[in-house]
């Protein structure tokens, strides 16, 4: 099997265990082709997410490297993509603290400057057998799903100007 | 009611109702409203009663600059600090110094003004005295062309400032006397624009005609405009204060710190004054030239014909999302596997039918041989209609009992009854919510998330509570809902599709719900009310009609001008409410323009009637120039109360507010007691500074009218008495307003989805409230009290699955407040409502667990054990990860091999809300009582558990169970908030266990010590901290 399809083929085997699943909404992997990157993705609207409840979406893919040896299996969950202006210094700092405590993945700033992302990446050993892989896939998936979830309401208290980043840490820490 | 009448009034031809001017919007949007609008003659409204009041009042200015002590108390008093040795310190006292000397040459370009005035006046008396009538009048046609031709030729941009460059202070004081002139003026063109526009008869206004009308209203606003920057200038805080600083400040800000300076025992009136008028400039909107421009066009739009909304949608296209959905809906009704019953069903079909009815109708005729799901579609369409059985369908027995066996204190969604509301929607209106409605039945079955039963049970309450939800979404009100937006969606939202959908997510549409319901009591006693006064309204037109069918007796006929006058107090009371104004408050003080109109309105109409009760004569040959000789002429104050015009009505008002406080507050003023003191203060004051010409608040304004109406003047008006007294403070009238405000507090449960300042606003409004009416105290604890098993699920949540971080001094916040409470309990025998709900909470917090020591090695580790899965945890190091995905305290058992699913993600929500709902017995009651419950019972219990859930969590208006599971953590959260910061406990004890309990959230708490500082953790802090720890 072709390394590209191999990925494909995990993607896949993701969305069907995800589809249809409490607070899974729209989903479907889209291709090279139609996105024009270097790599599939499978995308997600992870519903009910978060304190807000509110739609966010998630993004599941490989990193496009040559060397087949690891895979990169990445998830990428957009929490917003309307930091206020004002707001985003405030966050930048209280990511960077919070990024210090979270377990595993972290959150960022993106190159906008206006969107705010959890990431999470796992590297997969290549030639293992293909149900451990989904396995593994699923996991980090599920990991990075239920993480960025458990520590999005601190940003959120942040962006929306409850909490200075002071009273975070103490949050935090107590 | 309702948008006809407001387009009415926009369309008028003659030139009235500018939308915002405070001044000109009152006199000539009552006077079109007025019951008897014949008897107004059009541009008779012609008498600013500012100017008169200006006339009166006295105007000081001191004659020293301002010390430095004044100025930083004047900073104090409004919340700015000034430390003396900041570096602003010295730049703030030198200011105002500096304005305090604007101050006084604009004093003396005033007292100029008006011996000028005063002269011309003399002139022009003396000068009409030797001539004939016929002279006069045409004397007085002439000056009015004059001063038309230079209107005409006028640039209204040239009476305001540019964006930079000079001030509105100079443009003023540089300009005083043309200014003055120009403004002056107005009745002249007022009265000219509208005799051309008489003359036309029913043809077409000329270009230039309306373009003179459109000048003339812009003029209205920007004599306002003047008015009130006038007044401002002559207040003692305008030197003293920045100006950039309080003119940021808010309408909710401002709003919120004059409730408060008028509920204080000495009221600072000045400061009052200088608010108020800071929002009377917010709503008269204009800054600079380029505002007036923009203003200009804004009225020369209102006069085109507003145009009709095309329908672009592409029938073939409609006609297809309506089959497909049409399809899934029927594939959806043909499982074995669902809750609806073959009645049930027929009934999801029918609503359908009847929301895409007009469609169907207009479209089908686009497509000539329709196949497949379209086919089916109207096949089946033809047979419903052809039948009509469906219609009427009853609601299956199942459902009644389902609802019934909720949770009792939860809301269920309520179906529209037969019974009239008395709220009339237009038919625009009527036709944007049945789009929206079919719009979000379609997407019910079709999207990928179902919500069928949500969407239903919203298509069944009442087009105003529905048109409520789509106002609240369409314009993104969820986070700072309030009463008065259920009288803007009524009376000024047309719901449009389109932008409706760019916020109609789930989520939204859900807490919209929920919010409408909170308020459906309120949408309901309004409609009651609307029908009271059409009622009492009626048969005082009956009994002024020449030819009454029913012969009353004089006593009968004042009963039912006195019961009109009642109706209308009550509204007045209501709006007052919703709209967080203080009685004493004058009514532009409204933020809602619409709404503002219909309180001008009312007023109007209870002076009106309170007139006629006294038999006043309406003067039919009244000229309205005779009133017109403007500023600096006392005469004209003579005719006051004469005259069947606005501004006769609002000097009668006065009359009838100020006989009663000459009287030393005889009648209803004597049973006030103590608030009599602040009544006939704020009358009196209104009357002297009133910049509506005196009109008082709605305290000292209703209380007045009914004096003057029933005690005062005829005491034998049998059932006047306990009608007046109905309105009195002692009586109905408080007791109506307490009612009112417990609605408003329930808001304040409900609304916890708030952010920040919108839900203290309405804590601030309500907080006496609370500590006032017990009734409303308990009312709303009744509501907040949402059930003990309610909370026992947020406890369940926020102690097993660890969201909430503790430390050990949090665990002796838990035990302080039980103990607390068990005192309490052996005290009291029983617990209240409010305890019950916190020892639920409380006991699942009471876990005994040791906090291991940690190094500081571990920081790291330790921080986010603390922070995610508090301290029970660290008893292995393998478990702390597992608590971090929230896995070992959801209770599941990891064990190798099992995979973390989303499935989990949400489990703990779902338990807690099981529990509310008593899940277990529902769907027992379902298996014995649906009436296909052989159907049912094949299925496997946890299939039908979701079934039932989603049904449940739908019939009190949620989408999902999460949505209801956030309510529940809402409800919590305000609990606490208000017995923390809103509610006085005297109570040491009590009020220590709520704080304990607060802390136990692991946030820090602050009770704000400056004015405008909110309390913290808001509620919505409170709220995240719980969905997500």
Same mark, same amino acid.
């Given at each position: 099997m072709k390394k590209d399809d191999k990925k494909l083929a995990l993607l896949s085997s993701l969305e069907d265990e995800l589809?249809?699943?409490?607070? &899974?909404?729209e989903i479907s992997v889209f291709t090279q082709k139609e996105l024009n990157a270097p790599m599939d993705i499978l995308r997600a609207e &992870?519903?009910?997410?978060?304190?807000?409840?509110k739609s966010v979406l998630g993004e599941f893919f490989f &990193?496009?490297?040559?060397?087949?040896?690891i895979l990169y299996f990445s998830t990428v969950i957009t929490?917003?993509?309307?930091?206020?202006k004002e707001a985003a210094a405030d966050v930048a700092s209280a990511v960077a603290r919070l990024n210090y405590y979270i377990p595993c993945g972290c959150f960022a700033l993106g190159d906008s400057d206006n969107n705010l992302v959890y990431r999470l990446c796992v590297p997969l050993?290549?030639?293992?057998?293909t149900d451990r892989q989904k396995q593994a896939v699923s996991i980090a998936a599920n990991t990075a799903i239920m993480t960025a979830e458990r520590f999005e309401g601190y940003l959120k208290l942040i962006i929306t100007n409850e909490t200075t980043v002071d009273e975070m840490l103490e949050m935090i820490q107590k | 009611m309702g948008l006809t009448e407001k387009e009415k009034i926009m369309r008028q031809?003659?030139?009235?109702? =500018?939308?915002?001017?405070?001044v000109s919007e009152h006199l000539n949007t009552t006077s079109t409203l007025l019951?008897?609008?014949?008897?107004?003659?059009?541009?008779?409204?012609?008498?600013?009663p500012v100017m008169k009041v200006i006339n009166e009042f006295k105007v000081d200015v001191p004659a020293d600059a301002p010390s430095e002590q004044e100025v930083l108390d004047a900073h104090n008093e409004v919340g700015l600090t000034l430390a003396?040795?900041?570096?602003?310190h010295p730049k703030r006292v030198s200011r105002a110094a500096e304005k305090r000397e604007m101050q006084r040459k604009l004093h003396a370009e005033y007292e100029a003004e008006r011996r000028r005035v005063q002269d011309e006046n003399a002139d022009e008396r003396n000068r009409l005295a030797s001539m004939s009538d016929d002279e006069i009048k045409q004397h007085r046609k002439q000056k009015q062309e004059r001063a038309f031709d230079k209107f005409k030729e006028m640039?209204?941009?040239?009476?305001m400032v540019g964006k930079?460059?000079?001030t509105i202070y100079d443009k003023l004081a540089d300009n005083y006397a043309v200014i003055k002139l120009v403004l002056k003026q107005i009745p002249d063109y007022e009265k000219e624009v509208n005799e051309r526009l008489e003359a036309l008869g029913g043809n077409a206004i000329p270009e230039e005609l309306r373009l003179a009308a459109v000048k003339l209203k812009t003029l209205y606003d920007i004599r306002a405009y003047y008015e009130v920057y006038e007044r401002l200038m002559f207040n003692k805080y305008f030197a003293m204060l920045p100006r950039k600083e309080m003119h940021a400040l808010s309408y909710q800000d401002l709003r919120q710190r004059l409730k408060k300076l008028y509920d204080a025992?000495?009221?600072?009136n000045e400061l009052i004054e200088y608010y108020q008028n800071l929002i009377r400039l917010k709503e008269i909107g204009l800054e600079d030239k380029e505002s007036v421009t923009a203003r200009q066009q804004e009225y020369l739009e209102e006069y085109n014909?507003?145009?009709?909304?095309? !329908?672009? $949608?592409?029938p073939k296209e409609e006609l297809k999302k309506m089959a497909s959905a049409y399809a899934d809906m029927t594939a959806f009704f043909k499982?074995?596997?669902?809750?609806?019953?073959a009645n049930e069903r027929k009934r999801y079909i029918a609503k359908y039918f009847e929301l895409c009815k007009k469609d169907i109708d207009a479209f $089908?005729?686009?497509?000539?041989s329709p196949k497949g799901d379209l086919k089916k579609l109207l096949d089946d369409y033809d047979d419903y209609m052809a039948n009509q059985?469906?219609?009427g369908l009853p609601e299956d027995s199942l459902y009644r009992t389902l609802k019934e066996v909720l949770p009792e204190d939860q809301s269920r969604v309520e179906k529209a009854g037969?019974?009239?509301?008395h709220i009339t929607l237009t038919a625009s209106q009527k036709e944007g919510v049945r789009q929206i409605g079919a719009w979000i039945m379609r997407h019910s079955f079709t999207?990928? $998330?179902?919500?069928q039963s949500f969407a239903f049970n919203l298509l069944q309450t009442t087009p105003e509570q529905q048109i409520l939800v789509y106002y609240l979404v369409e314009n993104d009100k969820l986070t700072s809902p309030s009463a008065i937006d259920f009288h803007t969606a009524i009376n000024n939202y047309q719901p449009d599709l389109e932008s409706f959908k760019k916020n109609a997510g789930w989520d939204n549409i859900s807490r919209a719900m929920r919010i409408s319901m909170a308020l459906n009591d309120q949408i309901k006693s309004y409609g009651t009310l609307l029908n009271s006064i059409e009622k009492a309204d009626g048969l005082v037109a009956d009994d002024r009609s020449?030819?009454?069918s029913v012969q009353r007796s004089d006593e009968d006929k004042r009963k039912n001008i006195v019961s009109a006058i009642v109706a209308r107090g009550r509204l007045l009371v209501m709006l007052y409410r919703n709209a967080g104004l203080?009685? !004493?408050? =004058?009514?532009?003080?409204?933020?809602d323009p619409v709404l503002r109109r219909q309180l001008y309105r009312e007023f109007s109409e209870i002076t009106s009637l309170v007139r006629s009760l006294n038999g006043a004569q309406v003067?039919?040959?009244?000229?309205p120039s005779d009133l017109?000789?403007?500023?600096?002429?006392?005469?004209?104050?003579?005719?006051?109360?004469?005259? !069947?015009?606005v501004s006769g009505h609002l000097d009668l008002a006065n009359e009838i507010v100020f006989n009663d406080v000459a009287a030393g507050g005889l009648g209803v003023l004597d049973s006030l007691g103590g608030a009599a003191v602040s009544v006939t203060d704020t009358a009196a004051y209104s009357h002297i500074s009133?910049?509506?010409?005196?009109?008082?608040g709605l305290a000292g304004f209703v209380t007045a009218s009914l004096t003057a109406a029933g005690i005062a003047r005829d005491a034998t008006i049998s059932g006047a008495d306990r009608l007046a007294q109905s309105l009195s403070v002692s009586g109905d009238f408080f007791e109506y307003t307490g009612g009112l405000l417990s609605s408003a507090g329930t808001l304040v449960d409900v609304f916890?989805?708030?952010?920040?300042t919108a839900t203290s606003a309405w804590l601030g409004d309500s907080s006496e409230a609370f500590s006032l009416a017990s009734k409303s105290t308990g009312e709303l604890l009744a509501f907040s009290g949402g059930a003990v098993a309610t909370i026992a699920g947020a406890a369940k949540f926020a102690s097993s699955s660890v969201q909430l971080a503790r430390s050990i001094s949090s665990k002796n916040d838990v035990k302080r407040s039980k103990n607390t409470l068990k005192e309490r309990q052996d005290a009291n025998g029983t617990l209240s409502k409010d305890e019950e709900k916190l020892k639920r909470f409380l006991d699942h917090e009471n876990r005994e667990a040791t906090r291991n020591e940690i190094s500081a090695g571990v920081g790291m580790v330790s921080g986010t054990l603390a922070m995610?899965?508090?301290?029970?945890?660290?008893?292995?190091?393998l478990a702390p990860i597992a608590g971090i995905l929230g896995l070992v305290s959801l209770g599941i058992d990891i064990f190798y091999g099992k995979i973390i699913n989303?499935?989990?993600?949400?489990s703990n929500r779902k338990k807690a809300v099981d529990d509310m709902l008593h899940i277990d017995t529902l769907v027992d009651k379902v298996l014995t009582e649906h009436p296909e419950k052989e159907r049912l019972q094949k299925m496997k219990r946890d299939d039908l558990k979701k079934l039932v859930r989603e049904e449940a969590v739908s019939m009190m208006g949620f989408s999902s169970y999460k949505e209801c599971y956030r309510h529940i953590c809402t409800e919590y959260a305000t609990l606490l908030y208000k017995k923390v910061f809103v509610e006085n406990l005297t109570d040491e004890k009590e009020k220590n266990m709520y704080l304990d309990a607060m802390k136990s959230l692991g946030l820090k708490i602050k009770k704000p010590t400056v004015q405008g500082d909110e309390p913290k953790p808001s509620i919505e802090a409170m709220v995240t901290k719980m969905m997500t720890g």
């Open positions: 589809k249809g699943s409490d607070g &899974i909404g &992870i519903a009910d997410f978060g304190s807000d409840l &990193i496009p490297f040559e060397a087949d040896e929490l917003t993509w309307n930091l206020p050993k290549g030639d293992d057998d | 031809v003659n030139v009235k109702s =500018p939308q915002l001017s405070a019951s008897r609008p014949e008897e107004v003659a059009p541009g008779t409204l012609v008498s600013s003396a040795n900041s570096k602003k640039d209204l941009k040239s009476l930079s460059g000079s025992p000495n009221r600072n014909e507003p145009a009709v909304k095309e !329908d672009t $949608r592409d499982k074995d596997d669902i809750l609806h019953s $089908r005729s686009k497509v000539t059985v469906q219609a037969a019974d009239p509301s999207d990928v $998330r179902k919500h020449a030819n009454p203080h009685e !004493d408050m =004058p009514p532009d003080m409204v933020e003067s039919a040959d009244y000229n017109q000789t403007g500023l600096g002429d006392a005469e004209p104050a003579e005719e006051s109360g004469t005259l !069947d015009t009133g910049w509506l010409g005196g009109l008082a916890t989805g708030n952010i920040g995610v899965s508090g301290v029970m945890l660290m008893s292995g190091f989303t499935a989990m993600r949400h």
